[in-house]
């Protein structure tokens, strides 16, 4: 009878032990496609910053001091590090702990966005909005960091149920809630491309959580009209969009940049003129190292450049997409599909901007253009991605 129980209790332990062993292979590396793609359009994007703010870097600052051509690629870099410290510490946490911290950190990133109406000391506004701020010598736009805890909080939503009558109060109106008080926020802030864009991404989650029919009409068509409302709500924006439909009429007002941005982009030709000789970011091209960062490199790459940053940032988008659909559940599929298409939006929308296909809207490059906030942000999106991957079934062959 003893022999009996002592051999059973080892067949226990024999079991956790295997069952251990296997949760531990089954703990992937980091997908070293992903991340390779992910440091090759940084890199491109420190020489694209370094390239495109000299001249603005080598201006007298307000206090008098003497301008450092190298200040922006230095800050730039330190961000750089900081977000792959981001992505190596989300990717090395397990899915479900993202997932439990994901409305934790939604709410702190929208309280952080929330001061920036406060007035405080510790407030920075800049070309009439006030986005930023100022956490010693960091500067943060909180807003970039609430934009990926949404599309996570989101995602855990979504993986409860799908977006249907049965489920609206338990998932549909949780959803409904956090997307449009966030985007009420930025309203307040002046930041219509921020939430153009986080309509883009919840109403594509939403189609991913079935969510159709007359639902998905009545959404999409709330989304336009607020849209609407809000570029009639200022008259600069109306400005922008008169201008974007014609350019030449407003060419000393808002057309005058989209007139820049394309004389840039037509003057690099095939090789472009040379890097650090794109003569627009010197004095006509406003903001060229965030949002004309695209109309430089192609001025100073050419074609080639311009369309080797589009062929990365495509299969980076790829890639994560393609990690999506072989998640082990629908959370990690919500997650990464979502991180998929802000990356994708974003990117969408910066070139059109520059190329003439959207009106005017401050968005940045993802990984290219300068920014900390955004490119921490999009690195730790990554860092999800990868968390997403390392902790899959290494047996699983798709959805």
Known sequence: ????????????????????EAGQKACRPFDGVLFSL??????LGLVAIFSASFPK????????????????????????????????????????????????????????????????????????????????????????????????????????????AANF??????????????????FVQKDQGMIILILVIVLCMAYLGHLRGRYLAILTIGALAAAAVGIVWEEYRTK??????????????????????KTAIARGGIAGVGLGRCPEKFEYLPEPHTDGIFCVICSEMGLLGGLAVLILL?????????IAVRARDDAGYFMVSGIAIMLAAQALINVGVATHL??????????????GSSLVTCLAAIGVVMSVHRFNPPNRQGR
């Open 169 to 186: 109060r338990t998932v549909g109106v949780k959803v409904v809630a956090a997307t449009v008080a966030l985007c009420g926020l930025l």
């Open 314 to 322: 495509a299969a980076v988008i790829s890639r994560v997409f393609h």
């Open 240 to 261: 922008r969009v008169l201008a974007f439909l014609n350019p030449l009429k407003y060419r000393t007002e808002s057309g005058w940049q989209i007139l820049t941005m």
């Open 57 to 164: 870097a080598m201006k007298s600052l307000s206090d008098g001091l003497r301008g450092d051509s190298f200040r922006y690629l230095r800050l730039q870099a330190t961000y750089a590090l900081i977000g792959f410290a981001a992505m190596y510490v989300l990717g090395r946490t397990r899915p479900e702990e993202i997932r439990r911290w994901s409305f934790t950190a939604f709410a702190i990133a929208f309280v952080l966005a929330g001061l920036t109406l406060t007035g405080l000391s510790i407030v920075r506004c800049s070309h009439g909005s006030c986005r930023w701020l100022q956490l010693g010598i960091v500067r943060i736009q909180p807003s970039e960091f609430a934009k990926l805890a949404l599309i996570v909080y989101v995602a855990c939503k979504l993986a409860e149920g799908r977006l249907n």
């Open 1 to 20: 009878m003893g022999r009996s129980v002592a051999w059973r209790d080892a067949r226990v332990m024999s079991s956790a032990v295997s069952e251990s």
């Open 38 to 43: 992910v440091f090759g359009l940084v890199v």
């Open 358 to 371: 959207l009106p005017i809207t401050g968005l940045t490059l993802p990984f290219v253009s300068y920014g």
